[in-house]
């Protein structure tokens, strides 16, 4: 059963760039869909962008179009992994963030269990 | 982009009732990418419905997912105390894949 794990700094200051790792078990990262989405504090979901194994070595990103020009997914394969950043974070950008992976597509069979990111100074 | 509308807001029922929730996009839409999330406080979404009707691993048949073209629901046939929760649905055939903003089932 694959296993997802968010890790990261709790706390950003504004302006700087936001990263964060999810760490995959039990399953391998070269197949699938590999997501991170975001929740503010009482609000809804928010797709950030995702992760494609598209073969022979390729992994190819996708980002939603309202975060593109300061979003980066990538992927460590040696250890299982892929990564956000987020550049000049400011408050707007304070939520639990959850990575998932989807088998048919970019819908989220598994989540990790979220990190929390604060925006301060 | 797909904007997905929840309704109702809030849907206040008793345990052993029926509950209907509905998710209306913008535009006609492959019902073979719209989902359906269950969430609680404190955790991540669980996937409940893809492809407008399958159920996901280990869901049971008490859920339920219809709908085409621009209307879809999630029908919980017996309503259990863990049920009560928010739900969302989901459109992933196309960038940006959004989300409804829920609806919250509660305790009547």
């Known amino acids: 059963q694959v296993q997802l794990q968010e890790s990261g700094p709790g706390l950003v200051k504004p302006s700087e760039t936001l990263s964060l790792t999810c760490t995959v078990s039990g399953g391998s990262i070269s197949s699938y869909y590999w997501s991170w989405f975001r929740q503010p504090p009482g609000k809804g979901l928010e797709w950030i962008g995702y992760i494609y194994y598209s073969g022979s070595t390729n992994y190819n990103p996708y980002y939603n179009p309202s975060l593109k020009s300061r979003v980066t997914i990538s992927v460590d394969t040696s250890k299982n992994q892929f990564s956000l950043k987020l550049t000049s974070v400011t408050a707007a950008d304070a939520a639990v963030y959850y990575c998932a992976v989807g088998f048919g597509g970019v819908v989220g069979d598994i989540w990790g269990q979220g990190t929390m990111i604060t925006v301060s100074s | ?108």
């Open chain 2, 1 to 108: 982009e797909i904007v997905l509308t929840q309704s109702p807001g809030t849907l206040s029922l008793s345990p052993g009732e029926r509950a209907t929730l509905s998710c209306r996009a913008s535009q006609s839409v492959s019902s073979a990418y719209l989902a359906w999330y269950q969430q609680k406080p404190g955790q991540p979404p669980r996937l409940l419905i893809y492809g407008a009707f399958h159920r996901a691993t280990g869901i049971p048949d008490r859920f339920s997912g219809s709908g085409s073209g621009t209307d879809f629901t999630l029908t919980i046939s017996r309503l259990e105390p863990a049920d009560f929760a928010v739900y969302y649905c989901q459109y992933y055939g196309n960038s940006p894949y959004t989300f409804g903003q829920g609806t919250k089932l509660e305790i009547k």
